[in-house]
């Protein structure tokens, strides 16, 4: 049993050195400056790049965190320090979990019944809602973690000198959980890049290089999408070269959080 | 010794308020007579954010369920338990109680049938393919909660390899469907083409590589086209998606076994299985509740699913055939839906499966955080 326990470890390991080997052996042999600099050709034995999606991705994971983070950080805020105060706070600290846990393609479909219909057209702005949706539940339980983590005695000294609570807040308790804030921002940003059924129905994605929310939104996700499950080859090897550069922005971005966290704990 | 008179301390001025100086935001609220403090502000705001976040919750429910009223009012219960998803109009000829066609003055009488929407395949298609991910992912993350838990804090591995399979968790979706798509499939599509030729003249076994149709009047037993993209390949994906959640979570459930029940066993004699299935059994709530919390996940999941399992709104018993789970069906059709009513019914559809989802993370939270919330109150 003791050996079937190392076996079954051995097979998941092996199992994610499968799955990522592939991608990045194969994502690296179709990977070329063009991918970065150049918009969709249109032709089919020569693609172009990806450069419109690049940018899209950026616009709308930006567009999503102006409304996401705020939302998320003062709900953490709410929920780790006036949670005596009301007897709503449990159950919004349970319905924020239950909502993380909600599929990306029913978000997406709310982002269209809300966003889509009354404006008669796909646009970004109703990409960027869905995701940011999906960004404010892990944001606040995150910050919630956080805060908490910050000793009393910080706020009873804060206090203790006169300070109002919400001086004790923004000017004690917050800054000396930055690091830790941070690491759940990243976390939630790490976890939207990689979305694609959300913006399936809201943004749709688009061949064209745009910054206006308006009009139907490229992404990243969404074009990798639209060119794997396409018929031409050449479309496919750049769906690779895609997913090679989702990977490698997902794993900066899980290695910078992995280290400012060890970085939080040492400072304290 | 002379008494000495105190130091006369020469205190400075007062210094006259300067108004260029920035006064204080309470101080400046009092002189225009309003009792808005700072920390009413915040608390307000803070308030009012969590408030949003359960009206995220409620707006989701209401707008879904009101997007789904024209299909409900049109299919009832039967939405649930028909199997013919049919978005466009079917003409077709009039067939009288015998089963021959109706003719009238010589010619053949035409109806069109309406649009017709059930909902058991996908519903099917979700369940299957969660139970063979749960499958194959239960056994697989089990072990190596067990392996994180006692045997890797020996051998200083632990911390590398809870970060490895934490690392295939932080990989999205649609790198999964890409792998499986171009990986997975052709592997499977060999392995089940060999499996074909052996194995399908086994009596036992020809539900597997044959279906049964529904042409005309008559049923006709096909074989399976084996392209790799079917139920398996699908479930298999979902298994290796949930493996990492379950193992995080089944990781901390048996970390928080008391030491004194393990070494209870181990003086009672206990082999090293005996100890760890006792583990086990002490935390199979805790246990429950990550399964339930994999199953939440494979239940919801989409673009990988979408890109492997073959798009097939039947219900075929075989897990070589292709299918539709409820997440690929509105990924697949949601964007080219030909009417209203086929959009009401896909989100009829979504509202099932999120009503699906609720009640699995419910269930599984309530399982684990119950768990450790009594375990934290009996020590």
Known sequence: MFVVCVLFTLTILTILGLVIGYLIWIGAGSLSIKFFTELPSGKVADPGGMKHALIGTAVLIGLASLVGIPLGLLAGIYLSEYSREWWLASPVRFISD??????SIVVGILGYELLVVPLGRYNGW???????????????????????LVPHSYREASLALGAT????????????ATGSVVTGIMLAIARVAGETAPLLFTALG????????????????VQIFTYATGPYPEQKRLAWAGILVLICLIFVLNLAIRLTARSVRVAK | MPATAPAQIELPPPAP?????????SSIMQDRGLRLSSDTVLSWLTRGSSLAILGMLVTLLVVLTIAAVPSMKAYGLSFLTSSEWRPNELEQPRRGPDGKVVMEDGELVIETLPPQFGALPVIYGTAVSSALALLFAVPLSLGAALFLVRIAPRIKVSAPVSFLIEFLAAIPSIAYGIWGLFVLVPFLQGVEMSLHQSLAHVPGLHWMFYSTLQVGTSTVERPIAMTGRDMLCGGLILGIMVLPIITAVSRDVLSAVPRAQIEGTQALGATWWQSSWEMLRYSRSGLFGAIMLGLARASGETMAVTMVIGNNNQIVLSPFAPAQTMSSLLANEFAEASSELHRSALVQVALILLLMSLAFNVAARWLVVGKEAR????H
């Open chain 1, 126 to 148: 109703a990409g960027a809602m869905a995701l940011a949706f999906i960004m404010v539940p892990i944001v606040a339980r995150t910050t919630e973690e956080m805060l908490r």
């Open chain 2, 17 to 25: 308020p300067q108004s260029r100086r920035r006064r204080e935001w």
């Open chain 1, 98 to 103: 239950v909502l993380a846990g909600v599929p």
């Open chain 2, 375 to 378: 375990t934290a109150a009996a």
């Open chain 1, 165 to 176: 609570k919400a001086r004790t807040i923004l000017r004690v308790v917050l800054p000396a």
């Open chain 1, 206 to 221: 688009s061949r064209f290089l745009t910054t206006n929310p308006n009009l139907p939104f490229p992404s990243l996700t």
